[in-house]
């Protein structure tokens, strides 16, 4: 009758059991070492930095480079404190052939909400700038009738033809905060030099 085999014992070195025996607080600093030195790195990616979305661009000046290449002058209403400009931009005519001056607002309760401004606009280009959202009614702002254009879950748009030009204001802030640069974009054409300065200051407003 075969006689079972006994197993082999392993035989390791003095170093090798060593490193067997090593304490597990050493594998857990090792990896809190590498954590750390990860940690900076991490932090400084993770999360957008705030100035990006706090920028404040100076919008007359930008407006004062783009008003040689329009066909009027480029809005840069005059807003309370606590407004802040994040871009401010002027979009020569594409594949709708509308250029226009266009100007992004973060509002003092840090909502956003946009200008955009054309002499050249069409049915189709005002749709397609207003989300296709349908005319719901108006709102009177200052004595002047702006169109409102809103349709459930997307931003609403408030639009206002006068002196020549078309004027969106277009976001998802309060009434009282479109009011606001409502009433300011108002305050601007209005305003003497801003009528002197027109090729053609026929009011083609439909205001009641």
Same mark, same amino acid.
């Given at each position: 009758?075969?006689?079972?085999? =006994?197993?082999?014992?392993? $035989? &390791?070195?003095?170093?090798?059991?060593?490193? /067997?025996?090593?304490?597990?607080?050493?594998? !857990?600093?090792?990896?809190?070492?590498?954590?750390?030195?990860?940690?900076?790195? @991490?932090?400084?990616?993770?999360?957008?930095?705030? =100035?990006?979305?706090?920028?404040?661009?100076?919008?007359?000046?930008?407006?004062?480079? /783009?008003?040689?290449?329009?066909?009027?002058?480029?809005?840069?209403?005059?807003?309370?404190?606590? @407004? %802040?400009?994040?871009?401010?931009? @002027?979009?020569?005519?594409?594949?709708?052939?509308?250029?226009?001056?266009?100007?992004?607002? $973060?509002?003092?309760?840090?909502?956003?909400?946009?200008?955009?401004?054309?002499?050249?606009?069409?049915?189709?280009?005002?749709?397609?700038?207003?989300?296709?959202?349908?005319?719901?009614?108006?709102?009177?702002?200052?004595?002047?009738?702006?169109? &409102?254009?809103?349709?459930? =879950? !997307?931003?609403?748009?408030? $639009?206002?033809? @006068?002196?020549? %030009?078309? $004027?969106?204001?277009?976001?998802?802030?309060?009434?009282? =905060?479109?009011?606001?640069?409502?009433?300011?974009?108002?305050?601007?054409?209005?305003?003497?030099?801003?009528?002197?300065?027109?090729?053609?200051?026929?009011? %083609?407003?439909?205001?009641?």
């Amino acid at each position: 009758m075969n006689e079972p085999r =006994e197993t082999p014992t392993p $035989v &390791i070195t003095e170093q090798q059991a060593k490193r /067997v025996n090593a304490p597990i607080g050493g594998m !857990i600093i090792s990896v809190l070492v590498c954590a750390l030195a990860f940690l900076p790195i @991490w932090l400084l990616n993770a999360f957008p930095k705030e =100035e990006t979305y706090q920028r404040d661009i100076n919008v007359q000046a930008q407006a004062d480079r /783009v008003a040689p290449v329009a066909q009027f002058n480029p809005l840069s209403p005059d807003l309370p404190d606590g @407004w %802040t400009s994040n871009f401010a931009r @002027w979009t020569t005519g594409g594949a709708d052939g509308v250029a226009h001056w266009k100007v992004g607002y $973060v509002t003092a309760d840090q909502e956003f909400l946009s200008l955009t401004q054309t002499a050249e606009a069409n049915p189709t280009w005002l749709a397609q700038q207003t989300e296709e959202a349908p005319p719901v009614g108006k709102r009177k702002i200052d004595g002047h009738s702006w169109q &409102i254009r809103h349709q459930p =879950e !997307i931003e609403r748009s408030l $639009v206002l033809q @006068w002196k020549g %030009t078309t $004027v969106i204001v277009k976001g998802t802030a309060s009434d009282q =905060e479109f009011d606001v640069l409502a009433s300011a974009v108002t305050d601007e054409l209005s305003s003497p030099a801003e009528s002197s300065s027109k090729p053609n200051t026929q009011a %083609t407003s439909q205001d009641n």
